[in-house]
């Protein structure tokens, strides 16, 4: 028996991917890709707008065409937010939501008749699977930390597919790192659908700040990247601990979503520009070559011409590495949904371009600045060029020149030059040999 697996959206969903996979592997169903015949393909569906929804339907249309006689089971944050939309699709099988990974090995191996195995997570408290969970052919792995959201932003259905809050008791996080680094990973990112609210659920609750505090002193792997946090919920201890400490990556993601105070409030976010520029140069200032990246949502309702220009010009003013650009969907059930003054689909898409094209000219001027310096980069894979690949600890990605047998080491480079979004590098010494120069590594 072999099934494939096709993944939508954000980190989260990839790691729970990634724990599908092993569960299955380790009932001896083998995995093969997509494209190429299998008894089940699930696809683990993405909810974030609407074209993420399509793109779920298309996949269950694409996986009957490979092979008909097949099952397909949908799975992930559509899922769980609508699935009498997919179990509609004469394509579909089976549909299980979030957090109930038994019934997804029973509907992988047909031993249920139930098409719809959903819970309300709101109202159940579905269990977090920990585990050591890596992307084919990387040397970082993910740890999720945290599940679910209580924040109920206007325009998100995230509190509805996750359900709420939860959290996993540092022991559990310690013990899945002493995994990762067992099993040789050298970079651990810490990630959860609201990482800055870790804690407050345990009992006794535990800080964010606390179990950062934890991991300086405790974590056996060298490199920690945090993925996103609120801009309210990075306090300036978190700012303290991540850039004092050698362990953090010097990296932060700050999902701003809106450039103007009067749509932050329609978006029933918590904080303002002012507070958002603040949290940015506090960063900046604490590690100064730091990669900050952000969300930015374009058109959502109500919002004006005068308005998007304001947006513009202040993220066009911040000292920001990269965005994600995501153009305003409805989504039914939410707040914003029913909010009046929708902006025209076209001007929504005049916007997120606009915003797009200033994001990859950050980009470029962010990896810029570091053509001569000396960098520390974890090497992953050798590319068909013959270049081998990895990131800097402030996420820059690096292609290496020359060096044999690398693969998973931490090496120092001098970056020569860009080349798209990437710096072409060669290795300052020999592993084990002293830095070329006097450059200060980052």
Same mark, same amino acid.
């Given at each position: 028996?072999?099934?494939?697996?096709?993944?939508?959206?954000?980190?989260?969903?990839?790691?729970?991917?990634?724990?599908?996979?092993?569960?299955?592997?380790?009932?001896?169903?083998?995995?093969?890709?997509?494209?190429?015949?299998?008894?089940v393909y699930i696809v683990n569906t993405c909810t974030v707008t609407d074209r993420?929804?399509?793109?779920?339907l298309r996949l269950a249309r694409r996986a009957r065409r490979l092979n008909p006689r097949a099952r397909v089971v949908m799975t992930g944050c559509l899922a769980q937010a609508n699935p009498a939309a997919l179990a509609a699709a004469r394509e579909v099988d089976a549909v299980v939501g979030l957090g109930r990974p038994g019934? @997804? $090995? +029973?509907?992988v191996l047909g031993e249920t008749a139930e098409r719809v195995m959903v819970a309300n997570l709101r109202k159940e408290r579905a269990a977090i699977e920990l585990g050591a969970v890596a992307l084919e052919g990387r040397t970082r792995a993910f740890l999720k930390l945290q599940e679910g959201c209580d924040q109920f932003c206007s325009f998100c259905i995230v509190p509805t597919s996750r359900g709420t809050s939860r959290s996993v008791a540092p022991r559990r996080i310690f013990e899945a790192l002493d995994g990762l680094a067992a099993a040789g990973f050298r970079e651990a990112i810490l990630t959860g659908v609201h990482l800055g609210g870790y804690g407050r659920d345990l009992d006794?609750?535990?800080? @964010? $700040? +606390?179990?950062?505090e934890m991991i300086a002193e405790r974590s056996p792997i060298g490199r920690i990247r945090l993925s996103s946090l609120d801009p309210e919920e990075l306090s300036d201890e978190i700012v303290r601990i991540v850039s004092a400490s050698d362990k953090f990556c010097p990296h932060l993601h700050l999902p701003l979503q809106a450039g103007d105070d009067a749509t932050l409030r329609r978006m029933r976010r918590r904080y303002d520009v002012a507070h958002f520029a603040d949290r940015v140069e506090r960063?900046?200032?604490?590690?100064?070559?730091?990669?900050?990246?952000?969300?930015?949502?374009?058109?959502?309702?109500?919002?004006t011409a005068r308005d998007f220009d304001r947006y513009f010009n202040f993220v066009q003013s911040l000292p920001l590495a990269y965005f994600h650009v995501f153009p305003y969907s409805v989504r039914a059930g939410t707040t914003?949904?029913?909010?009046?003054?929708k902006v025209a689909a076209g001007e929504i898409k005049r916007r997120a371009a606009l915003l797009r094209e200033l994001g990859e000219g950050k980009r470029r001027q962010f990896v810029e600045r570091f053509c001569g310096s000396t960098l520390k980069v974890l090497l992953e894979e050798r590319g068909t060029d013959g270049r081998l690949k990895g990131y800097s600890r402030n996420y820059i990605r690096v292609l290496v020149e020359g060096g044999e047998s690398l693969a998973n080491d931490e090496v120092d480079v001098v970056a020569s030059r860009l080349e798209g979004a990437a710096l072409v590098a060669q290795l300052a010494a020999p592993p084990g040999g002293r830095t070329a120069g006097a450059i200060a590594t980052i």
């Open positions: 028996m072999r099934f494939a697996i096709a993944t939508l959206g954000c980190k989260v969903n990839q790691y729970d991917s990634a724990m599908i996979e092993a569960r299955l592997g380790a009932r001896g169903i083998a995995r093969c890709d997509f494209d190429q015949p299998a008894d993420a929804d399509a793109e779920s019934d @997804l $090995e +029973r509907a006794p609750p535990v800080g @964010l $700040e +606390r179990l950062l960063i900046l200032a604490a590690m100064p070559s730091a990669a900050i990246g952000t969300d930015l949502i374009a058109g959502f309702p109500g919002e914003a949904a029913k909010l009046p003054r």
